[in-house]
């Protein structure tokens, strides 16, 4: 058996997001397949339709945008029937350039929603386990020219919760990764590489972790998609005061969805040097080039 760590990144623009994440969901592959169907049925029913054929995906930008919430809280929550009318009417508008009514902003707005919350079910009733990892977005890498060669430290944490949560399971994980740019995505496989053969500690971690990632197109990809989804709701909805990790959340995702992160993340113990500790599938790392943790 094996476990697929599906891998996405929020925040990187630097832009909105209180912070840069780095992060996703494991899928025991028994129920890679199982999960993909239950996805696919999960948008019908919400949306009565697939978002990519309306140039859409299942982000948590998408989702839980501060806009869907207003939508959604216009009217009563609709029976599901005029819901997925009103919002396949919503998205053909969009296609059209033309504006949607009322109800079909409510209804897209109250459907996105409940994607959210049946996508948090479903990594619950597939045993999906949390990994992530974030840094202040205010960081900024030092000039040295050989940083680019070393994966950053938030990175090297963020692999090694699932090399522990691997162990314990004797088990291996795969490493997916949604498409970013291809020169990006080959400088973090180029990092990846020299971490797993150039470190004693990476060479150790390939008896459990593929050191080869594979990499998929997120809009063809629910298990990327959900964990965007995740990974967005640690950004606006998880926070580790104790760690630093106190920037000011947005009340309805960290009320909802919270809990979720925190049933799902990662807990279990770790032996190092001798010293067995907890270890957490969250991980918050504020000052990703320096030393220590």
């Known amino acids: 058996m094996s476990w697929l760590l599906f891998l996405d990144e929020s925040g990187h623009d630097h832009k909105q997001m209180p912070y840069e ?28 339709t697939e978002l990519h054929q309306y140039g859409k995906e299942l982000k948590g930008s998408t989702l839980l945008d501060r806009k869907r919430y207003r939508f959604a809280r216009q009217a009563s929550p609709m029976n599901p029937e005029s819901r997925r009318k009103h919002a396949r ?16 902003f409510t209804a897209y707005g109250q459907a996105c929603i409940e994607m959210a919350r049946g996508t948090f079910q ?7 386990v949390l990994f ?6 205010s960081v900024r890498k030092p000039d040295h020219a050989h940083i680019d060669e070393f ?10 919760r699932f090399f522990y949560f691997l162990e314990t ?21 180029r990092q990846l590489q020299s971490y797993f053969t150039r470190t004693e500690t990476g060479r150790y971690r390939t008896k459990w972790i593929v050191p080869a990632p594979f990499f998929v197109s997120s809009d063809m990809t629910y298990p990327v998609q ?6 967005y709701c640690v950004n606006w909805g998880f926070r580790l005061p104790s760690h630093g990790m106190n920037k000011p959340v947005r009340e309805e995702i960290a009320r909802e969805f919270g809990p979720w992160l925190n049933e799902r993340q990662f807990v279990g113990e770790a032996e190092k040097d001798g010293r067995v500790f907890q270890t957490w599938g969250i991980v918050y790392v504020p000052n990703p080039y320096g030393p220590g943790n």
């Open 21 to 48: 994440v780095r992060g996703g969901i494991a899928l025991q592959d028994a129920e890679l397949w199982p999960f993909v169907r239950a996805m696919q049925q999960l948008e019908l029913t919400c949306f009565g």
């Open 89 to 104: 009417a919503f998205l053909a508008r969009g296609l059209e350039k033309r504006t949607p009514s009322r109800d079909e």
């Open 169 to 189: 399971k004797r088990e291996y994980g795969l490493l997916v990764m949604d498409e970013v740019e291809k020169t990006a995505d080959r400088k973090f496989v």
């Open 226 to 231: 959900a964990a965007d989804l995740s990974i």
């Open 132 to 137: 992530a990892s974030a840094i202040p977005r």
């Open 122 to 128: 479903l990594l619950r009733d597939h045993s999906a």
């Open 151 to 160: 994966l950053r430290k938030d990175h090297v944490f963020l692999l090694e």
